[in-house]
């Protein structure tokens, strides 16, 4: 819209001046040509040595990829020599007629024979005396060279006859399995590959673009048509090997994400004619949001060897810092830092859940100052490797084992408030962030070393009848405080859901491993709200695809992972290390000493309910109980709603159902609740059965 230039006010007239007509204004040019140009912004330059050569994990995995394809070759043929030689001995009477024929044609120069009767046919007298005396002057040569060999290889023979008949033998043996070599069928070989191998074609920049264009998307396709300039798509360098596979760079027309690719990418996969486990679509942190890198291996992620896990046989482990524990899709090494952090593992059954737990407990064994406490629900003893090292250990799903593990899990509870008053009663000189530090770790009398839970099928502990409330409120409590204190929670949960794996727990996990999952509820219950429609989609993953994961949490985005595989012989080796380090350490403490957690007493709802709730009342609501139980003990019932209350009271009896209660605004309504005298009734069935036993 334009405004109407007026003028200003006239002071003789006191009036405005009339209003002059707009008139069409030129249009300003944006572009402005003497704008400088920013010029080279970065500079990537390329390794001069290939990444297998600078490193030496992959230098040692490609040679000894080498020397046992060699060595398997050499074993391969060796066990078939004999009937090699026995196939060349019988077709070398066939090689010893073609060495004949060829000689033959040699010495009387067949091959210039067409082009003499060329000459004739074309009366060109000069061309053909001339290749008739070139002919004379090579069948001399070479009738010359013939009977020399001849009488050489001859009176040789009559030497080794006399001189070493088991030398001519041998001479005799080579030449028959020469002429077999030369005998044999070219279609048919006698020695073939001793491995056979499947070619893969090479990337290309126009598979790249076949391979887009099969996606659907319509502004790639349209791009591809498009050709020159292809609104925005082109490649950014080029296609190189990088690792076992190829990788491309380019920009995306405008408008698409990578994300736009991820979604497709069994699409993708059959476009470039891979299997979709070879196919991994991703952005460029340090480039714009337009950016693909498209990396194709030559076999799928399951498929390939993976390197060995560096810290198996030697090492020691820094919880406060980055630790290998997996590599990507390229075969590089992931490392995971597990201090000042919650963690959560989900995945349908038989995809290396348990198997990841273990690999972080054995990675916090190998850190002689923490404490372990594996606790195993699933009953199978998938955790049983750790036992020499382990603070705490339980293997099983009875009720002793339940509180068993409630006993252990009180223990930390307390250590937690009392770490709580550790920091805070450290000057800032020597904790000026208020949380652990690898100083204060190491620091024996403050007692701040790391501990680690790591709880297998957690959801079995949240679902018990009577302490799932309790074992609930406190690991929470160790989810949202015990990362700051040096405390490390573990879950793995094979039903990702809010009844398995509480919200309280999920919402504050900072690491998510996520295996594969059947729905987008469960991807982003592990993964986080709105994973799936980002394109993180842990459901893209198979069956086949075992120890692989997403892995959200450690740098900007979330990582395809594959976890070091570590079987349970391995395992008891790794932990025999660590125990032998714990011991020089001097931090052998609990289960590893035969030791068990004491009976304390921890979290008494029936009792907190009836302080709280006065006798002069018949009846309350649920949500009222809640927000008085947070007042009276905050560190234990913070965050409770009326769902809680109904979950911690309905194990003991006590009925809930509707009942009347006065509104803030005195009006009378209906809510869930309990009447009181149906907690007392449970008290008193509860002492009664303690004085039984």
Not at 9 to 26: L, N, Y
Not at 86 to 115: H, K, V, Y
Not at 170 to 194: E, H, K, M, R
Not at 496 to 517: H, Q, T
């Amino acid at each position: 819209m334009t405004d109407t230039v007026v003028p200003p006010t006239t002071e003789a007239a006191g009036t405005p001046a009339p209003a002059v007509p707009d008139e069409p204004s030129a249009p300003v040019p944006v572009d402005n040509p003497k704008l400088p140009a920013p010029g080279v912004v970065d500079e990537k330059r390329k390794p001069i040595l290939p990444p297998w050569l600078r490193d030496r994990d992959e230098f040692g995995t490609a040679a000894k990829h080498t020397a046992g394809r060699l060595g398997y070759a050499a074993a391969y043929h060796g066990v078939r020599a004999p009937w090699y030689a026995l196939q060349l001995a019988a077709m070398s009477p066939r090689g010893a007629c073609r060495f004949i024929a060829s000689t033959n044609r040699w010495i009387w120069d067949r091959e210039a024979a067409p082009l003499r009767d060329h000459a004739v046919r074309t009366e060109d007298v000069d061309e053909y005396l001339h290749l008739a005396r070139l002919r004379g002057n090579r069948v001399r040569l070479r009738g010359l060279i013939t009977v020399v060999a001849c009488v050489f290889g001859i009176g040789f023979a009559l030497w080794l006859y006399v001189m070493a008949p088991a030398y001519l033998w041998a001479f005799a043996a080579g030449g028959v399995l020469t002429l077999g070599y030369f005998g044999q069928q070219p279609d048919a070989p006698v020695i073939g590959p001793a491995v056979m191998r499947t070619e893969l074609q090479k990337l290309t920049g126009t598979i790249v673009l076949r391979g887009l264009d099969a996606i659907g998307n319509p502004r790639i396709s349209a791009a591809i048509k498009k050709g020159g300039g292809m609104d925005g798509m082109r490649f950014t360098s080029e296609i190189v090997r990088d690792g076992p596979g190829y990788r491309a760079d380019l920009d995306l027309p405008y408008g698409v994400t990578p994300d736009d690719i991820m979604e497709k990418r069994e699409q993708l996969a059959s476009g470039l004619r891979r299997k979709v486990g070879c196919v991994w679509p991703s952005g460029d942190p340090d480039e714009h949001e337009g950016r693909l890198v498209l990396w194709v291996g030559d076999k799928p992620m399951n498929e390939t060897t993976k390197p060995a896990w560096p810290l198996l046989k030697d090492g020691r482990v820094d919880l406060f810092k980055p630790v290998v524990f997996g590599n990507d899709q390229r075969m590089r090494w992931v490392e995971v830092t597990l201090m000042f952090a919650a963690i959560v593992i989900g995945s349908i059954p038989r995809m290396g859940k348990t198997f990841l737990l273990r690999l972080l407990l054995l990675i916090a064994a190998l850190d002689p100052r923490a404490w372990i406490l594996a606790f195993d629900l699933k009953g199978t003893g998938d955790l049983g490797a750790l036992e020499p090292v382990a603070h705490r250990y339980r293997a099983g799903e009875e009720d002793e084992d339940v509180e068993y593990i409630l006993h252990a899990l009180r223990e930390v509870k307390e250590e937690l408030r009392r770490r709580a008053k550790v920091i805070k009663s450290l000057p800032r000189s020597r904790c000026p962030e208020s949380k652990v530090t690898p100083a204060l770790a190491s620091d024996k009398s403050l007692g701040l070393h790391p501990i680690v839970i790591g709880i297998d099928e957690c959801q079995v502990l949240f679902e018990h009848d009577k302490h799932g409330a309790e074992i609930e409120s406190i690991c929470t409590d160790i989810t949202k405080r015990g990362p700051a204190l040096g405390i490390v929670g573990i879950y793995a949960t094979q039903r990702p859901d809010a009844k398995s794996l509480p919200p309280g727990i999920s919402a504050n996990a900072v690491l998510r491993f996520c295996l594969k999952v059947m729905g987008h509820q469960a991807n982003d219950m592990v993964l986080g709200t709105g994973a799936y429609k980002a394109g993180i989609r842990a459901t893209m993953f198979s069956r086949r695809d075992l120890g692989i994961c997403y892995m959200a949490g450690e740098g900007d985005d979330p990582r395809i992972v594959a976890s070091a595989f570590v079987d349970a012989p391995r395992a008891e080796q790794v932990v025999a290390r660590a125990r032998k380090m714990r011991e020089e350490y001097g931090n052998i403490t609990g289960h590893a000493l035969g030791e068990g957690p004491a009976a304390t007493v921890g979290m008494d709802v029936l009792g907190d309910v009836l302080k709280v709730v006065a006798a002069s009342e018949e009846q309350v609501w649920n949500e009222r109980v809640a927000a008085r139980l947070a007042e009276l003990r905050p560190d234990v019932y913070d965050g409770w709603t009326a769902v809680n209350v109904t979950t911690a009271l309905k194990p003991w009896g006590v009925t809930i159902r509707d009942v009347w209660g006065e509104t803030d605004d005195g009006d009378k309504a209906t809510r869930r609740g309990f009447r009181r005298a149906d907690v007392v009734a449970a008290v008193t069935r509860r002492e009664a059965d303690r004085l039984a036993a």
